[in-house]
T-cell receptor, first 112, second 111 residues
């Protein structure tokens, strides 16, 4: 199966700052990666589909200018939460899908 | 879009009993149905999956059944153990596309 590395695993930041989360596919060239968000005691919700070399596709209700996605290579996608606010505090998790979905370890973001 | 309903939201069973969790979906084009186990603060772990050309799949104490006509699939855990306690999510997708998750079932297995 695919090995997915996600960093950082946990980040605390002040309101108004930006946070970058990296998702690396270590043994699979991923033209597509997915970004999910999970609020406490809730399910995983797809935020966006990251496409290598082109713009990401965002789900309804997800602000593309707030959640910047860059997928510049076949092994790396980044999600930047810009001007983070407390309501952005959540568990962010990426996945790649050579056949089934393989998830990164997730990033717990806490915005103070 | 796809709508995935999962029931029950919480389930408490005695150790050794069976647990069954059910999901329904709306998009008849969906063809991939995985089940994930998630422990607190960790990534979802795939425990079993089934594709639309199969009606049932079993892996030791875990089984999944799929009824494509009725658009529902179920997770069956037999001989439950305390370490089975976790949140379980069903999901639905068209192969290669993103997953649509159910809302989750919190399973508690009491000794």
């Amino acid at each position: 199966g695919a090995v997915v590395s996600q960093h950082p695993s946990w980040v605390i930041c002040k309101s108004g700052t930006s946070v970058k989360i990296e998702c690396r596919s270590l043994d699979f060239q991923a033209t597509t990666m997915f970004w999910y968000r999970q609020f406490p005691k809730q399910s995983l919700m797809l935020m966006a589909t990251s496409n290598e070399g082109s713009k990401a596709t965002y789900e309804q209700g997800v602000e593309k200018d707030k959640f910047l996605i860059n997928h510049a290579s076949l092994t790396l996608s980044t999600l930047t939460v810009t001007s983070a606010h407390p309501e952005d505090s959540s568990f962010y998790i990426c996945s790649v899908t050579p056949n089934i979905q393989y998830f990164g370890a997730g990033t717990r973001l806490s915005v103070l | 879009g796809e709508n995935v309903e999962q029931h029950p939201s919480t389930l408490s069973v005695q150790e050794g009993d069976s647990a069954v969790i059910k999901c329904t979906y709306s998009d008849s084009a969906s063809n991939y149905f995985p089940w994930y186990k998630q422990e607190l603060g960790k990534r979802p772990q795939l425990i079993i999956d089934i594709r639309s050309n199969v009606g049932e799949k079993k892996d030791q104490r875990i089984a999944v059944t799929l009824n494509k006509t009725a658009k529902h699939f179920s997770l069956h855990i037999t001989e439950t153990q305390p370490e089975d306690s976790a949140v379980y999510f069903c999901a639905v997708s068209n192969s290669g596309y993103a997953l649509n998750f159910g809302k989750g079932t919190s399973l508690l297995v009491t000794p």
